[in-house]
């Protein structure tokens, strides 16, 4: 097969870890892209390395798409532009891999979930957290029934704060869609995921408490959360809570999944990849959990800072463009994960629990 030709547009962070990724993937070569920041181009070509004389580099989608003819396109720009930077890119048919969140507002969601229904090319919303091996290990073992009957499942994130990005803006929730969509939306697909199933009402506590408080950007405070306990009941009867905090850059795991069942509880640790089952024991019995370790590909690992899972989650988009594999994340879930991500932001500035039938769903 001759190699897939990708396109990278926001050559930031994300963008580049895509592009370190896609060096590991045979099939893949990078021929242009786009950013209007020359610093983020350069850094991304210095990453490109050895292929860097063969791609181009652009400012906007248009002369991009005229001049390299990608086959896909990774858009790892601001939430804020992913609107404006697919409209062109809907239009054709190439195949797109957007990074989470789909968009800042379920309306910009919403149009290019609709959009995606209606052309030929994959659309894939990138939602790393599903490719995390131990994340991927610990959602098979569930839906195989090792708890049993789900009934409550947590998700936990302790981390750092929200780094810095080109030109701070995730420093505001009209750039982000808020924490609960910038960050959590990968949460809220996870549960849905885990759940087989849609959230109904959602209710969040959260703030910013610690972090960005000192932080002014021309005259404006940040106002993003930066911790919150969200709790989301689903439409099947699985009820599922969100811990998220992001002053704990101490802690040993980042991040925690339990699933509990009428029969068992599940968890899983990330990064150490612990997974344990826990059988429900009768009272005084001794307890006999069963205790496994899951590992992560060294070399994906290597690349980026998401434990590998930006790798496992492009060779998935390949078999995807190949014809060889589903869609694993469409455009649909991308746009549920914002709305249940706008509930909680909701539901936290107006105190409430919000009903997922005021937002249309
Ligand atoms: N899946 C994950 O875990 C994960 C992690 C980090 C970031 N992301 C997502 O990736 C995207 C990029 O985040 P980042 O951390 O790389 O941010 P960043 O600020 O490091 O990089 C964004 C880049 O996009 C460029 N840009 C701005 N407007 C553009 C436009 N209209 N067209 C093309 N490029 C444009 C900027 O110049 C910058 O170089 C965001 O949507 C973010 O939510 C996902």
Known sequence: MSPVRFA?????????????????????KIVALVDPVEASVKAALAEIG???????????????MAEARPDAVIVASPNFTHRTVLEPLMASGVHILCEKPLATTITDARWIAD?????????????????????AKFITAVHSGEVGRLVMLTVREHRF??????????????????????KCCHFFDLMRLIARAEPVRVFCSGGMDVNHLDEVYGGERPDIMDNAFTT???DNGVRAMLDLSMFAEGSEEQ??????????????????????????????????????????????????THHGSVYYQLLAFMDAIKGAGPV??????GLRAVAAGTAAEISARERRVVEMAELGF
């Open 50 to 64: 050895d292929g860097a004389g063969g791609v181009s580099a652009h400012t906007d989608i248009a002369s991009m």
């Open 232 to 234: 989301v009941e689903f």
């Open 255 to 304: 991040e925690a999944l339990t699933a509990v069942g009428d029969e068992a509880k599940l968890e899983v640790f990330i990064p150490s990849g612990a997974l344990i089952r826990s059988p429900r024991t009768p009272l005084w019995a001794p307890k006999s959990s069963r205790r496994e370790h899951v590992p992560v590909d060294a070399k994906a690992l290597a690349a980026g």
């Open 328 to 333: 694993v994340v469409t455009a649909e879930d």
């Open 161 to 182: 704060p929200f780094l810095h990005k080109v030109g701070d803006w995730n420093r505001f929730s009209r750039n982000t869609g808020g924490t609960m969509v910038e």
């Open 115 to 135: 959009s995606a229904a209606n052309r030929s090319g994959v659309f894939w919303t990138a939602m790393e957290y599903r490719f995390m091996a131990p994340a």
């Open 8 to 28: 990278i547009v926001g050559a930031g962070m994300m963008g580049r870890e895509h592009i370190r990724n896609l060096k590991l993937v045979d099939e893949a």
